[in-house]
């Protein structure tokens, strides 16, 4: 079992920036590909960004390439999603996901990842 435990959520101005984090208890860390999703109130949860376990394959969502960077420190189990340029459509509960992946693959379909944080909230004013 995987625990995985998101922070660094938050209230924000559009246009502000915010670092999520994502630790996750599990020592052969390197061994998951991890991805982040959000949800707003509403809405379906929806995929955000993906990382291969050596963090060699990055994937972002369209509506979020180039303005958000997910990365990860393995020695620290941490993953971690930078985000920038935020706007009220960013607005919502930010879930960290991990699937266990020895190839080294990307996931991206929500129903891949076995493990999930409890989520932090994101909100951005306009």
């Known amino acids: 079992q995987v625990q995985l435990v998101e922070s660094g959520g938050g209230l924000v101005q559009a246009g502000g920036s915010l670092r999520l984090s994502c630790a996750a208890s599990?020592?052969?860390?390197?061994?998951?590909?991890m991805g982040w999703f959000r949800q707003a109130p509403g809405k379906e949860r929806e995929f955000v960004a993906a990382?291969?376990?050596?963090?060699?394959?990055?994937y972002y969502a369209d509506s979020v390439k180039g303005r958000f960077t997910i990365s990860r420190d393995n020695a620290k189990n941490t993953v971690y999603l930078q985000m920038n340029s935020l706007k009220p459509e960013d607005m919502a509960v930010y879930y960290c996901a991990a699937a266990f992946s020895p190839s080294d693959g990307l996931r991206r379909d929500r129903d891949r990842f076995d493990h999930w944080g409890q989520g932090t909230q994101v909100t951005v004013s306009s």
């Open positions: 599990r020592r052969t860390f390197s061994l998951y590909a």
């Open positions: 990382i291969s376990g050596s963090g060699g394959n990055i």
